[in-house]
T-cell receptor, first 116, second 110 residues
Framework: GAGVSQSPSNKVTEKGKDVELRCDPI?????LYWYRQSLGQGLEFLIYFQGNSAPDKSGLPSDRFSAERTGGSVSTLTIQRTQQEDSAVYLC??????????????FGPGTRLTVL | RKEVEQDPGPFNVPEGATVAFNCTYS??????FFWYRQDCRKEPKLLMS???SGNEDGRFTAQLNRASQYISLLIRDSKLSDSATYLCVVNIWSDGKLIFGQGTTLQVKP
């Protein structure tokens, strides 16, 4: 079946512009996660959705970052007034259940964001 | 201190070698443990879960030591295709999220 999809795959923007990144999770997966990965670095947790609610927003780096999820499916991550340090690969993942023992997360291919 | 720490490497080994990676975690409330694999410029994928009793999947063996709060991954008879970054991951069930280590890079040479 279809995996997690993300769009766009690449985004180049100018400093100060807003960007919107989209994630389509695997159908039926209740939990959705956003991560950021800078070059040569590990995954940095940003936010987690269980259904449409976000019980954990602790990873959002600043108030320029926001995310929403509608209909328990598609999620968008919005970055306002982008800065060069926002350049990274933004990865979305989904899992069948949230807090579960074998909480395998399935990742999308990511959106590579470059802020000039 | 990072919640999950790994030696970033790189580990350069010849084909056929046995290589081991270790990882330590700081939160004793961690309840589930995993190794994910990430190929260059690709997304991470689950390699295997790690259980207290230790578990094996072909050439891969994972071990968990809760008392010392470390996790290991052993790869036997390394193949060129094993070249990747291996991410140590822990989960606290009440949090629902996974905490990833920085990853250990493995390069298997002919």
């Amino acid at each position: 079946g279809a995996g997690v999809s993300q769009s766009p795959s690449n985004k180049v923007t100018e400093k100060g512009k807003d960007v919107e990144l989209r994630c389509d999770p695997i159908s039926g997966h209740t939990a959705l996660y956003w991560y950021r990965q800078s070059l040569g670095q590990g995954l940095e947790f940003l936010i987690y959705f269980q259904g449409n609610s976000a019980p954990d927003k602790s990873g959002l780096p600043s108030d320029r970052f926001s995310a929403e999820r509608t209909g328990g499916s598609v999620s968008t991550l919005t970055i306002q007034r982008t800065q060069q340090e926002d350049s990274a690969v933004y990865l979305c993942a989904s899992s069948l259940l949230g807090a579960a023992r074998d909480n395998e997360q399935f990742f999308g291919p990511g959106t590579r964001l470059t802020v000039l | 201190r990072k919640e999950v720490e790994q030696d970033p490497g790189p580990f350069n080994v010849p084909e056929g070698a046995t290589v081991a990676f270790n990882c330590t975690y700081s939160n004793s409330a961690s309840q589930s443990f995993f190794w994910y694999r990430q190929d260059c410029r690709k997304e991470p994928k689950l390699l295997m879960s790690v259980y207290s009793s230790g578990n094996e999947d072909g050439r891969f063996t994972a071990q968990l030591n809760r008392a010392s709060q470390y996790i290991s991954l052993l790869i036997r008879d390394s193949k060129l295709s094993d070249s990747a970054t291996y991410l140590c991951v822990v989960n606290i069930w009440s949090d629902g999220k996974l905490i990833f280590g920085q990853g250990t890079t493995l390069q298997v040479k002919p």
